[in-house]
């Protein structure tokens, strides 16, 4: 279960490494796996200081505000046919405003 402020991994090649979530898309209070959300990126992948650049090649920045689906959570997610899902860690990935995978 995803609420507000927690720490995510994204799991695409946007260059965000570590993303925070900001707002849960719907009526909802918390996401679980395949629900939208919007997240704030809080650290990107490659960069060797916190006031350096990263790559040329990242298609984000840190601060940025993107839309995300989440892929893999924590807490148990239990299937129709009887079987439980558990990841080790919260994931998402990063996409458009109108879900479409951009990186």
Do not use: P, W
């Not at 650049?53 to 299937?79: E, F, N, P």
């Amino acid at each position: 279960m995803i609420q507000l402020k927690t720490m995510l991994n994204c799991i695409d090649n946007s260059g965000a490494a570590i993303v925070e979530c900001a707002q849960i898309i719907g009526q909802k209070r918390h996401a679980s796996i395949g629900d939208r959300i919007v997240v704030v990126v809080q650290k990107q992948r490659g960069a060797l200081a916190e006031g350096m650049a990263a790559s040329s090649g990242a298609k984000v920045k840190r601060g940025d505000i993107r839309h995300a689906i989440v892929v893999r959570t924590r807490y148990k997610v239990q299937r129709r046919d009887g079987s439980v899902i558990k990841f080790d860690d919260n994931a998402t990935v990063i996409t458009s405003k109108f879900t479409d995978y951009l990186y």
